[in-house]
């Protein structure tokens, strides 16, 4: 219950939603340069910020080693 807290904590603080000029929330693109957005360039990416932040408080590994299952969505014909 702890770790969750924490995690959200971050997400909190860094929602990835609405800092990614995407909107991408599974992770980054993979066009960030430097830490930079690709589509501006003055923007850090939301991504590698929470990454940086994930490293700093130690939650780094804990957080990439955790299986997330995916939202189950009904399509209809």
């Not at 599974?26 to 929470?50: A, R, S």
Request: proline residues 4%.
């Amino acid at each position: 219950m702890i770790e969750k807290k924490q995690q959200s904590e971050v997400s909190k603080e860094l929602y990835p939603k609405s800092g990614c000029a995407k909107g991408f929330v599974n992770g980054p693109c993979g066009g960030f340069v430097n830490g930079k957005c690709e589509t501006d360039h003055t923007k850090d990416c939301m991504w590698v910020l929470i990454y940086e932040k994930l490293k700093k408080t130690g939650r780094l590994e804990n957080f990439l080693n955790q299986y997330i299952e995916p939202k189950k969505t009904l399509f209809k014909n």
